[in-house]
C-alpha cells in the first residue's frame, strides 16, 4: 500500500513562514509530477505548485515569489516553503503525486492525494 502524507501544518500570524512536507511511503518504484493543491472554507479546492522529477516548478500566480516548492528524490518527499503569507493562504494544503509502485501482482501506478494539513493565517 502506497500513501502521500503530509505534514507541517499550523496556526500563523499575517506576515510569518510555515514549510509543508509531502512524504510518499511504501513500495515506491518511481514518482512522477507531483503538486500541492489547497481548500479555503467555502471554496473549490486550487492548484498551488507542480514540480516534476527534475525540479522544473510552476505556481499559481497568487503564490508567485512567496512559495517556494522542492522535492528530495531520495527521500520520496516533496516540501513547501510559505513565506509572507495572509489571510487568503488559509486552507487545507493537500498533497498529490503520480506514483508507480511495487505490488504482489507485479507493478502497478496511479494518481494519489494525501489526507490534507491545515494552515490557518490569523493574528
Known amino acids: 500500500q502506497v500513501q502521500l502524507v503530509e505534514s507541517g501544518g499550523g496556526l500563523v500570524q499575517p506576515g510569518g513562514s510555515l514549510r509543508l512536507s509531502c512524504a510518499a511511503s511504501g513500495s515506491i518504484l518511481s514518482i512522477g509530477t507531483m503538486a500541492w493543491y489547497r481548500q479555503a472554507p467555502g471554496k473549490e479546492r486550487e492548484l498551488v505548485a507542480t514540480i516534476v522529477s527534475g525540479g522544473s516548478a510552476n505556481y499559481a500566480d497568487s503564490v508567485k515569489g512567496r512559495f517556494t516548492v522542492s522535492r528530495d528524490n531520495a527521500k520520496n518527499t516533496m516540501y513547501l516553503q510559505m513565506s509572507s503569507l495572509n489571510a487568503e493562504d488559509t486552507g487545507v494544503y493537500y498533497c498529490?503525486?503520480?506514483?508507480?509502485?511495487?505490488?504482489?501482482w507485479g507493478s502497478g501506478s496511479g494518481n494519489y492525494w494525501g489526507q490534507g494539513t491545515q494552515v490557518t493565517v490569523s493574528s
Open positions: 498529490n503525486a503520480y506514483l508507480g509502485f511495487r505490488a504482489a
